[in-house]
């Protein structure tokens, strides 16, 4: 079993920063891909940014040039850095994890959501 935990989220003013972290742990072989979503009440989980074990990136049009996400391979991490954020960046974010675990079994496995809000 893969656990995922999301820390960083909170209350911030339009225009400011805040950085999001996702820990991944138990018994994890190799991790392909780590992404961050985020889902508004009543609405679908939409990806904000992914990021593959090679390092390749893909944002959401929505927030390129202003988030930034990056990854640790040695301590199975992602962060999410998020600057300029805007009030309607006011959501549950959640973290997703993609790999093969020490038995060799595929594995997705999602982070309980921590969440975001700008005032404006």
């Known amino acids: 079993q893969v656990q995922v935990v999301e820390s960083g989220g909170g209350l911030v003013q339009a225009g400011g920063s805040l950085r999001l972290s996702c820990a991944a742990s138990?018994?994890?072989?190799?991790?392909?891909?780590m992404g961050w979503y985020r889902q508004a009440p009543g609405k679908q989980r939409e990806l904000v940014a992914s990021?593959?074990?090679?390092?390749?990136?893909n944002y959401a049009d929505s927030v390129k040039g202003r988030f930034t996400i990056s990854r640790d391979n040695a301590q199975n991490t992602v962060y999410l850095q998020m600057n300029s954020l805007k009030p309607e960046d006011t959501d549950v974010y959640y973290c997703n994890t993609v790999g093969t675990t020490g038995w060799g079994a595929p594995f997705r496995s999602w982070g309980q959501g921590t969440q975001v809000t700008v005032s404006s």
């Open positions: 138990g018994s994890i072989f190799r991790i392909n891909a």
């Open positions: 990021i593959g074990s090679g390092g390749s990136t």
